[in-house]
C-alpha cells in the first residue's frame, strides 16, 4: 500500500510549561508521531512524550535553558502527503503557507484551542495542556491523516480541580481513569 493510502494519526500538544499531564498522556496514546508547539517546560516533558511516539517540538517563548537550545523556532513535517508548519506564536508566521504548500499551520501560545480554514490552509491551536490559564479549557489536539486529506480534533481533556503545577507526574495511570468525558470535536480540512 503506498504512504498516502495509510491513515496516520498524530497528537498534537502545546503550552505544557513543564507539566506532562496523565490525561494528556493517554489521549495522546496509539499516536505515530507527536508535535509540541512550544512552551515545552523541560527536556522531562519531552521524554515522557517520547515514551508514547517519536516527537517533533519547537522552542516557546518560555522555553530557556541548555535543554531548550536545541529545539528550533520552526519545523516542517510531511507525514502521509500533508505538510505541516508548526511554530510557537502564530503573530510571528512571516510567510504565506498557502504559498509554501503547507496544509495545516500548528501554533501554541495562546493557550485557546482552535481549528481555522483560511485560504485553503487549516490552522491548529491544541490549547494548553499544561496548567490552567484562567478558564480556558485544557486540552491536546489529534491530526487525522488519509489519502493526503487532514481531519483535526480538539480533545478537552477532564482534569481535577484546582490546577496546580506541583502534579508533574511520574507514572502514567490506566486510561479509564483518566479521559471518561473528553469532548472531541472532529473538523476536516481541505484535500492537499
Same mark, same amino acid.
Given at each position: 500500500m503506498s504512504r498516502l493510502g495509510r491513515a496516520h494519526t498524530v497528537g498534537v500538544i502545546a503550552d505544557t510549561h513543564g507539566l506532562l499531564r496523565p490525561e494528556a498522556a493517554v489521549a495522546l496514546a496509539g499516536s505515530e508521531l507527536i508535535v509540541h508547539a512550544g512552551d515545552v517546560g523541560s527536556a522531562e516533558v519531552l521524554d515522557k512524550l517520547r515514551e508514547i511516539a517519536p516527537v517533533v517540538a519547537v522552542r516557546g517563548n518560555n522555553d530557556k535553558g541548555a535543554w531548550a537550545v536545541a529545539l528550533p523556532a520552526a519545523a516542517v513535517v510531511e507525514i502521509g502527503g !500533508? *505538510?505541516?508548519? !508548526?511554530?510557537? $506564536?502564530?503573530?510571528?508566521? $512571516?510567510? $504565506?503557507?498557502?504559498?509554501?504548500?503547507?496544509? !495545516? !499551520?500548528?501554533? #501554541?501560545?495562546?493557550?485557546?484551542?482552535?481549528?481555522?480554514?483560511?485560504n485553503g490552509v487549516m490552522f491548529l491551536n491544541p490549547g494548553s495542556a499544561g496548567p490552567r490559564r484562567f478558564t480556558l479549557p485544557v486540552a491536546v489536539a489529534r491530526l487525522h491523516v488519509? #489519502? #493526503?486529506?487532514?481531519?483535526?480534533?480538539?480533545?478537552?481533556? *477532564?482534569?481535577?480541580?484546582? $490546577?496546580?503545577?506541583s502534579d508533574r507526574i511520574d507514572t502514567l495511570r490506566s486510561p479509564a481513569d483518566l479521559v471518561q468525558g473528553s469532548l472531541r470535536r472532529p473538523e476536516w480540512g481541505p484535500k492537499g
Open positions: !500533508v *505538510v505541516l508548519y !508548526v511554530l510557537h $506564536d502564530l503573530s510571528e508566521l $512571516d510567510l $504565506d503557507p498557502a504559498a509554501a504548500k503547507f496544509h !495545516v !499551520v500548528i501554533a #501554541g501560545h495562546s493557550h485557546r484551542p482552535q481549528i481555522d480554514h483560511r488519509h #489519502g #493526503g486529506r487532514v481531519r483535526a480534533e480538539i480533545v478537552e481533556l *477532564v482534569v481535577a480541580a484546582p $490546577d496546580h503545577h
